[in-house]
């Protein structure tokens, strides 16, 4: 019944919405928002969807860090790239020692 209407970035913190209703910043405290069925939500399919991919970009990482950790066991090893010495300048491949000012 409350004329007032906000666009969805202009909404006040003193409102209080949910997926289905808005009580305005006027009626927020002294009205009650309509149930919401969870189960047939519309944020709990979002919140479904952002866990799936959450979860799928945690598993690329723990295979990224896996590969990135059998690297530096090698290096550890001693194993070094072909015409890698210990003087190598690695910013500059190619230059050996470090300029000094």
């Known amino acids: 019944d409350c004329p007032i209407a ?17 009580l305005c910043h006027e009626h927020s405290s002294s009205s009650k928002l ?3 069925d969870v189960d047939n939500s519309f944020q709990k399919h979002v919140e479904a969807t952002a866990d799936r991919k959450l979860e799928e970009i945690c598993q690329v990482n723990k295979r990224n860090m896996k590969s990135v950790q059998s690297k530096m066991k090698m290096k550890k090893k001693g194993e070094k790239k072909v015409g890698e010495t210990e003087n190598e300048n690695k910013f500059l491949p190619g230059m050996k020692g470090y300029i000094r000012s």
């Open 6 to 22: 906000y666009h969805i970035t202009c909404i006040p913190p003193s409102c209080r919405f949910h997926e289905l209703a808005l």
């Open 34 to 36: 309509p149930d919401l």
